[in-house]
């Protein structure tokens, strides 16, 4: 396997409302639901900030994980919240305080040259580390609908220097989407990743869309971080095949499992108690189901 995997994101405190009642401050954020899923595959760093309240929880969520987080920023400021209810297996944004990101000037390693992908933040500061990681040898992002429509100059940004980017319909339709190939066309990628929860994800590449669908008889508790989960598990285990093209749609395989078992528990829990043998277990299933769909 060449180069590494990096993680630039965000590191979150969320409130919930969802059927399986209402949670406050649970420990989240893009970044830590990319980290959790793709250190079941490969090691992983993460570039991040934190509150000083919530330092020593991440670091207890991190412990014994090949997971580097010595580019986690400690700030005397508040940790990023977030708050969502949930409805119809998707969350809807209630808003959030991102007061930290006024404070936090990201950087990217020095010269970075492996595989990177940015999560989804304030898109001032995620358009900042996407041209930090220009010199990344697959470099990837992901949307966030609220972001997207408060700050549509820098999202278009992040999607101008991204060379494959996750987002869902409505993501897609703010940043003026409609036919996935043109769109990928217009904006120079190498990959557009559609997110379509239930109905499974496709990736659009050229010449070519790869679907693989969602595991709908296993539980959905949360459908947070699921995207994020989703991107780690695709491009961890396509590192592992040094980004060989015969084996993207493998990957994405690789990508649905690590979103299902994101979503089976309340925020991180899933990842945090998930173990190799259960990935490969759930692997196993998205191929049986693709095997009986064909």
């Given at each position: 396997?060449?180069?590494?995997?990096?993680?630039?994101?965000?590191i979150?405190?969320?409130?919930i409302?969802?059927?399986?009642?209402?949670i406050?401050?649970?420990?989240g954020g893009?970044?830590?639901?990319?980290?959790l899923?793709?250190?079941l595959?490969?090691?992983?760093?993460v570039?991040a900030?934190v509150?000083r309240?919530?330092a020593?929880v991440?670091?207890?969520?991190v412990?014994g994980?090949?997971?580097?987080?010595?580019?986690?920023?400690?700030?005397?400021?508040?940790t990023y919240r977030w708050r969502a209810?949930q409805?119809?297996?998707?969350?809807v944004?209630?808003?959030?305080?991102?007061s930290?990101y006024?404070?936090?000037e990201?950087a990217?390693?020095?010269?970075y040259a492996?595989?990177?992908?940015?999560?989804s933040?304030?898109?001032?500061?995620?358009?900042q580390?996407?041209?930090?990681?220009?010199?990344?040898?697959?470099l990837a992002?992901?949307a966030m609908?609220s972001?997207?429509q408060?700050?549509t100059p820098?999202?278009r940004?992040?999607?101008?220097?991204?060379r494959?980017?996750?987002c869902?319909?409505?993501?897609?339709?703010?940043?003026?989407g409609?036919?996935p190939?043109?769109?990928r066309?217009?904006?120079n990628?190498d990959?557009?990743?559609l997110?379509?929860g239930?109905r499974g994800?496709?990736?659009?590449?050229a010449g070519a869309?790869?679907h693989?669908p969602a595991?709908?008889?296993?539980?959905?508790?949360d459908t947070t971080?699921a995207g994020?989960?989703l991107?780690?598990?695709m491009?961890?285990?396509?590192?592992t095949a040094?980004?060989?093209?015969?084996?993207?749609?493998?990957?994405?395989v690789w990508?649905v499992?690590?979103?299902?078992?994101?979503?089976?528990d309340?925020?991180l829990r899933?990842l945090?108690k998930a173990?190799?043998?259960d990935?490969d277990l759930r692997v196993?299933?998205v191929?049986k189901?693709?095997?009986?769909?064909?």
């Amino acid at each position: 396997m060449k180069g590494e995997l990096l993680v630039a994101g965000s590191i979150a405190l969320d409130t919930i409302d969802g059927a399986f009642g209402s949670i406050r401050d649970e420990l989240g954020g893009s970044a830590l639901y990319f980290a959790l899923a793709a250190s079941l595959i490969v090691p992983v760093r993460v570039v991040a900030a934190v509150g000083r309240e919530s330092a020593d929880v991440v670091r207890d969520v991190v412990r014994g994980l090949p997971i580097d987080i010595s580019q986690v920023t400690v700030l005397d400021a508040p940790t990023y919240r977030w708050r969502a209810k949930q409805a119809l297996s998707r969350n809807v944004d209630l808003g959030s305080r991102d007061s930290i990101y006024d404070l936090w000037e990201p950087a990217a390693p020095s010269a970075y040259a492996g595989w990177a992908f940015v999560g989804s933040m304030r898109p001032d500061r995620q358009a900042q580390l996407v041209g930090a990681l220009g010199g990344a040898e697959l470099l990837a992002a992901d949307a966030m609908l609220s972001y997207v429509q408060a700050q549509t100059p820098h999202a278009r940004e992040v999607l101008r220097h991204a060379r494959w980017y996750f987002c869902n319909q409505e993501e897609f339709e703010a940043l003026g989407g409609g036919d996935p190939e043109t769109f990928r066309r217009e904006w120079n990628l190498d990959g557009l990743v559609l997110k379509a929860g239930p109905r499974g994800v496709t990736a659009h590449i050229a010449g070519a869309s790869l679907h693989v669908p969602a595991l709908l008889d296993e539980p959905v508790v949360d459908t947070t971080g699921a995207g994020d989960a989703l991107a780690a598990g695709m491009l961890a285990q396509w590192l592992t095949a040094d980004g060989a093209a015969d084996v993207l749609h493998e990957s994405l395989v690789w990508g649905v499992a690590c979103a299902s078992i994101a979503i089976a528990d309340i925020g991180l829990r899933a990842l945090q108690k998930a173990t190799r043998e259960d990935l490969d277990l759930r692997v196993a299933e998205v191929k049986k189901l693709m095997s009986r769909a064909r």
